[in-house]
T-cell receptor
Framework: ETGVTQSPTHLIKTRGQQVTLRCSSQ?????VSWYQQALGQGPQFIFQ???????GRGNFPPRFSGLQFPNYSSELNVNALELDDSALYLC????????????FGPGTRLTVL | QKEVEQDPGPLSVPEGAIVSLNCTYS??????FMWYRQYSRKGPELLMY????GNKEDGRFTAQVDKSSKYISLFIRDSQPSDSATYLC?????????????FGKGTLLTVNP
């Protein structure tokens, strides 16, 4: 059984570009949440997907969007990148057990220049 | 006022010391209270979670929740250099596959040999 994996590990983009980050859930986990963690801050909830439907969203603009696929893997897309989007993006998966049952991936470090 | 407040430290203690980490919160709807440990360049890992007011012990770690004061604590006994990390408190509403997790800012702890 593999844990939560994310790709790429890190990447650099310029302002205005678009980026797609990917997450593979832990085996069998059908719920995926995405978080943004700025330097020196705690993770902030972006949104959550359950069985391919978004079922919760934090205080992030529409240019942050996502997808969950039938195999429960997930993507986070960010359009029109801004400097403040530079952060560690974390994916976490769980199986119907609430927040206390979710496991985090190692994150993708995004730098926007 | 932020929903979850956590002193970011940094906190530096000698090996063997008792460490006390604290968070306050304002949202009475929070149901689960969690502590995560995050090593540099890694995703958070769950240390402990509690549901009700009171104490919960796991080895050298004790989590304490006081719902009347909206205050939670994590105590680490006999601290070790390997405990050096950022400690994040987190609280959730919802459950099953529909929940939202709110984190504190994190406290950077260094345990010196």
């Amino acid at each position: 059984e593999t844990g939560v994996t994310q790709s790429p590990t890190h990447l650099i983009k310029t302002r205005g570009q678009q980026v797609t980050l990917r997450c593979s859930s832990q085996s069998g986990h059908n719920t995926v949440s995405w978080y943004q963690q700025a330097l020196g801050q705690g993770p902030q909830f972006i949104f959550q997907y359950y069985r391919e439907e978004e079922n919760g969203r934090g205080n992030f603009p529409p240019r942050f969007s996502g997808l969950q696929f039938p195999n429960y893997s997930s993507e986070l897309n960010v359009n029109a990148l801004e400097l403040d989007d530079s952060a560690l993006y974390l994916c976490a998966s769980s199986l119907a057990g609430g927040a206390q049952s979710q496991f985090f991936g190692p994150g993708t470090r995004l730098t926007v220049l | 006022q932020k929903e979850v407040e956590q002193d970011p430290g940094p906190l530096s203690v000698p090996e063997g010391a008792i460490v006390s980490l604290n968070c306050t919160y304002s949202n009475s709807a929070f149901q689960y209270f969690m502590w995560y440990r995050q090593y540099s360049r890694k995703g958070p890992e769950l240390l402990m979670y509690t549901y009700s007011s009171g104490n919960k012990e796991d080895g050298r770690f004790t989590a304490q929740v006081d719902k009347s004061s909206k205050y939670i604590s994590l105590f680490i006994r006999d601290s070790q250099p390997s405990d050096s990390a950022t400690y994040l408190c987190a609280m959730s509403v919802g459950g099953g596959s529909n929940y939202k997790l709110t984190f504190g800012k994190g406290t950077l702890l260094t345990v010196n040999p």
